[in-house]
């Protein structure tokens, strides 16, 4: 089998697979809801913003048509800032990893992270590490069990960043 190489990042654009699990991995809601305690309302896939750019406020609405659109928008504004910032060129899905991420915790944050800063110095592995740093939400820790069982407030942010390093890493594996 041959090696996956590595592309350049203007070359690479979220996939619909990756589109569809990040869909996935938001949830949907029709109506604004706090996805976990102390954090932000969300509607549709994990809006935090509507289309004019204003807060998402509890009893926001949406149809599913309306949320693929704000979505679909939001992901095309972190592509462009992720292509700002990231020099390195990537696999497929250590670039939809970092699409992902930035859909979450705003691509601000991921242009400052650790992820970004590795890749871009060629550590690709410690870079798909660094997901796992992404486990805080609503003042949490996510990762920390309680009483021998997952964190039920928000174990799922944790899960997910652990998605993410391991589909990352699998990236960087040669076939």
Not at 11 to 40: F, Q, T, Y
Not at 45 to 59: A, I, K, L, N, Y
Not at 86 to 103: C, K, P, R, W
Request: glycine share 8%; with cysteine; charged share 25%.
């Amino acid at each position: 089998m041959a090696t996956v190489k590595r592309a350049s990042i203007a070359s690479l654009s979220l996939s619909a697979a990756a589109l569809v699990a990040l869909l996935g991995d938001e949830g949907w809601s029709n109506k604004a809801v706090i996805p976990v305690k102390n954090d932000r309302a969300t509607v549709g896939f994990g809006s935090t913003f509507r289309d004019d750019g204003s807060p998402v406020q509890m009893g926001d609405t949406i149809t599913p048509p309306q949320a693929l659109k704000r979505s679909y928008k939001h992901i095309e504004k972190d592509e462009r800032g992720l292509k700002q910032c990231v020099t390195a060129d990537l696999h497929q899905d250590e670039y939809n990893m970092l699409v992902d991420h930035s859909y979450q915790y705003g691509v601000g944050k991921t242009c400052a992270s650790a992820m970004v800063r590795l890749v871009n110095a060629g550590q690709y592995q410690q870079a798909c590490e660094a997901h796992t740093r992404y486990r805080f939400a609503g003042g949490y820790d996510c990762s920390t069990l309680i009483n021998g069982r997952p964190n039920q407030r928000c174990y799922g942010v944790y899960e997910r960043s652990l998605k993410r390093r391991d589909k990352c890493l699998a990236a960087g594996e040669t076939p």
